[in-house]
């Protein structure tokens, strides 16, 4: 119960990473809004948690209009800012360099890193605005950042990208109180990873120590972790979270 009277953002949360976080957030009683571009899923996420803490709200990451919708949404309704931000909202569009289009190169890059970029910057400068003095910023890169896995170059470099945002957030707000952290999942059992073929799945499975897939909630606990007061003096890091692959 050590995020009660907090008010947090999970973007993505209407699967995976993303909902088990809003489970974690509402159940150590913080009041949760859980947000994703698919409202649906946002709802779905909310009912299935079935606490009064956890509103949805529809968010597109990608674009600067909806994220300073979300910032005015929370202060009318909440009188203040969350002092927690989750960004969890991301996407693949795996292809080798050769054939990767363009399109998939901006759509991976606008939710991904532009995303993290809107969130971290208007959901910061709220927070300053209204005073906070212990927020918390949790950026969802991943392990595939250091591992550059061919076929992944526009989800590798945007993840890289989210980890470098992620030090220079930390450097900048760090006298406003605010601390800013990236974690880096292995490969975690989500809709996300259900686009992996097989032959790649299996050799991970070989190459990870615990041999198995991550499990949401796995992450979702060290999120808990770095948005709480236990981690007060965590800032800047990368936090690799994946069974020692
Ligand atoms: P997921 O199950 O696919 O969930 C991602 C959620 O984000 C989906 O609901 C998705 O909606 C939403 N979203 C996509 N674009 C958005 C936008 N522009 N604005 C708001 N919401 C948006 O993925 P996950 O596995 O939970 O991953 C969560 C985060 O962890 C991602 O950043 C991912 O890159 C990272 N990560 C995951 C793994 C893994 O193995 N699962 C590993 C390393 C890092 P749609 O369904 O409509 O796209």
């Given amino acids: ?12 949360a209407g699967s995976g990473i993303g909902r088990a976080t809003c489970r ?8 949760v809004i859980a947000a994703d ?5 946002a709802e779905q996420t909310v009912n299935e948690i079935a606490c009064d803490n956890v509103i949805p709200l529809k968010l597109d990451v ?8 979300s910032v005015t949404f929370s202060i009318e309704h909440f009188m203040q800012p969350p002092s927690i931000v989750i960004n969890s909202a991301g996407i ?13 190169y901006d759509e991976v890059y606008e939710v991904n890193l532009k995303g993290t970029f809107l969130m971290t910057q208007q959901f910061a400068r709220a927070m300053i605005e209204h005073q906070i003095r212990n927020g918390t ?4 890169s991943s392990i595939v950042a250091r591992m550059n896995n061919p076929g992944q170059a526009n989800y590798a470099a945007t993840k890289a990208g989210v980890i470098s945002l992620s030090e220079i957030a930390a450097k900048e707000f760090g ?14 059992n989500t809709p996300m990873v259900d ?3 097989e032959k790649i799945k299996t050799d991970i499975l070989q190459r990870c120590p615990m041999g198995r897939l991550g499990r949401p909630e796995e992450i979702a606990n060290v999120i808990a972790f770095l948005a709480s007061e236990k981690s007060s003096y965590v800032n800047g890091a990368a936090i690799p979270v994946t069974g020692g692959l």
């Avoid at 974690?24 to 009041?31: E, H, N, P, Q, S």
């Fill in 1 to 12: 119960m050590g995020l009660i009277g907090k008010l947090a953002i999970v973007t993505g």
């Fill in 24 to 31: 974690l957030l509402a159940r150590d009683g913080a009041k």
């Fill in 37 to 41: 571009r698919n409202m649906k899923s």
């Fill in 62 to 69: 990608s674009s600067l209009a909806s994220v300073s919708k």
């Fill in 92 to 104: 693949t569009r795996d292809g080798y360099l050769l054939k990767l289009t363009e399109k998939d």
């Fill in 137 to 140: 910023i949790i950026n969802l």
């Fill in 175 to 188: 006298k406003f109180g605010i601390r800013v952290n990236a974690i880096l999942p292995g490969f975690i």
């Fill in 195 to 197: 686009s992996v073929p």
